[in-house]
């Protein structure tokens, strides 16, 4: 039964440096029956990720920032519980970018259905979903790695990391993963199958990573920025290509982030370095989640899960990916369906 009222999470405060529970509210609200056109929407999942540490900051970005005492979104499953649309009925799965909260009112066309039979529905989330076509269109399209070729991935234990390598490993490139426990390094050889990693947070961190790229860096998929990308734009082989996806060893550092001077590196060696986002490819989602399924299916892909259960523990599942103790996708499991068979 549909309880009356539901809680949602709030941007109470912008956070200066690291975030902290003081900066998140939880509010409670009443539950609105959906309109015309409308469904009524159970959180199953939702799915934290290091951008959003950039919607808190009230600055001009590609999207534009969380409102202060507004509830914060993000990719979220869930379950329609009551519907006043066509387009959807009571125990219909669906996927969509909605409020971290309980329970949810959107637009059916707003969302999208989920065949609970292709996939675990987490995998929308995750490897199916934006953190996958985030991999595959930044390394595909700009880093375009050639058989033979070193491809370098920082942050690879991460959901996006993780899933760059692998693509590289299937175009016949050299993987190279950089990320920041024994764990992770093992994982990432053992289980996805690239051909060297390196702890960053080791003190022979440099030594290590020449070690690990006796050929130098055709290709850089920057998922962390800061002195982990310093010291592999030194290794650039000449005209490589550095794809930026992220800069989360910055994100809750105040002021600008400094560094050396890496001008004279791309000159020298005829490289290029393009930033982009995924909405950039907007057009092109269908092929993207076309080919990362089946390569899903044929077993070509793996993916890893870092699940925190209960919605009151969001907050320290995004507090996490900073201190980096997720493996794969961080979600945060909200619920189970009432409706759906899974």
Known sequence: MTPKTY??????NRPEGTPSNEDFAFVEKEIASPGEGEVLLKTLYLSVDPYMRGR???VKSYVAPYKLN????????AEVVESNSELLQKGDIVNGTLKWAEYNVAKAEKVQKVDPTIAPI??????????????YFGLLDIGKPQAGETVVVSGAAGAVGS??????????????GIAGSQEKIDYLINELGFDAAVNYKSETFNEDLKQALPDGVDVYFDNVGGEVSDAVIWELNNKARVVLCG????YNTPGADIGPRIQWKFITTSSMMKGF?????????RTGAADLGKWLQEGKLKYEE????????????????????????????????EFAEL
């Not at 987490?122 to 991999?135: F, K, M, N, Q, S």
């Not at 899933?163 to 190279?176: F, T």
């Not at 986002?277 to 989602?285: P, V």
């Not at 990916?321 to 961080?330: A, D």
């Open 122 to 135: 987490t995998t929308r989330l995750g490897i199916l979903g934006l953190t996958g076509l985030t991999a």
């Open 163 to 176: 899933v760059v390598g692998q693509i590289a490993k299937l175009k016949g490139a050299r993987a190279v």
């Open 247 to 250: 800069t989360i060893s910055s």
């Open 306 to 337: 870092t699940i925190i259960e209960g919605f009151e523990n969001t907050p320290q599942a995004f507090f996490g990916l900073f201190e980096g103790s997720n493996l794969g996708k961080q979600l945060v499991k909200v619920a189970d369906p």
């Open 277 to 285: 986002t995924l909405g950039d490819y907007a057009s092109e989602f």
């Open 56 to 58: 808190m900051r009230d």
């Open 70 to 77: 507004e509830a914060i979104s993000g990719g979220t499953l």
């Open 7 to 12: 809680k949602e999470i709030q941007l109470a």
